[in-house]
């Protein structure tokens, strides 16, 4: 039986479309059951309309709190029964109670090779800071922000003179590879969280996230 995976979003969407593409294959070990995105009229939610996939907008606009945006979010999730929650550029601070109810089952993308550059703007501080590689790092959350185990990072050069969407185009490249392999990954249960850290195949995986330059994307 194929996980079930929900994706949360705020705004285009093109991990989801990634992760989307991957399900098509016919030996995917996922599919995506749901969209939902705390913003209304984003591209994201088109893309999982086109792909037939149930998209929910819960405006975050509508609570007076995270605490209360978090637990009506939590109802909507469960409705549901995922295996897996995404993140897919999900703009939002998860509380606590948010990411200990899901423990386990939270996976985050992140476009700077962390532990560097938590937060945002990430592609112009790697620039400002004189770096000659940036990239992208997927992870599993936990409450600290940006700050759960690394699954697999993806590195790309940054060159003399490049901007910041420059630099954010060959991130989102990166990005769009490595995703929908994690995904995959946990659908298989090689993949898990256990004692706060990452293993893949049993295996604790470094700091950096599985260590092979030689991965198989897909």
Same mark, same amino acid.
């Given at each position: 039986?194929? %996980? ?9 969407? %093109? *991990? ?10 016919? *030996? ?36 007076? %709190?995270?605490? *209360? ?57 790697? @620039? ?8 992208? %790092? ?19 050069? @940054? ?56 991965? *198989?994307?897909?």
């Amino acid at each position: 039986m194929r %996980s079930r995976i929900l994706v949360l979003i705020s705004g285009n969407g %093109s *991990n989801l479309q990634a992760i989307i593409n991957a399900c098509k294959s016919e *030996n995917y070990p996922g599919e995506v059951v749901a969209v939902i995105s705390n913003k209304a009229d984003v591209y994201g939610l088109t893309r999982a309309q086109e792909a037939n996939i149930d998209a929910q907008v819960l405006s975050h606009q509508s609570f007076d %709190s995270r605490e *209360n945006y978090d637990q009506a979010l939590m109802k909507l999730i469960d409705g549901y029964q995922p295996d897996l929650i995404v993140l897919a550029g999900f703009m939002r601070i998860l509380t606590p109670a948010f990411v200990q109810k899901y423990h386990e089952k939270l996976l985050n993308i992140h476009p700077s090779l962390l532990p560097k550059y938590q937060g945002l703007n990430t592609h112009q501080r790697a @620039i400002d800071a004189g770096d000659t590689e940036h990239g992208v %790092s997927v992870h599993f959350v936990t409450e600290e922000l940006d700050g759960g185990p690394v699954i697999l990072q993806a590195k790309v050069p @940054i060159f003399k003179g490049d901007i910041a969407d420059e630099l954010a185009a060959r991130v989102h490249e990166q990005e769009h590879r490595i995703y929908p392999l994690v995904v995959k990954w946990f659908c298989q249960q090689r993949l898990v969280m256990k004692n706060e850290a990452a293993l893949f195949d049993g295996n604790l995986l470094p700091a950096s996230g599985y260590a092979s330059e030689e991965y *198989n994307y897909m």
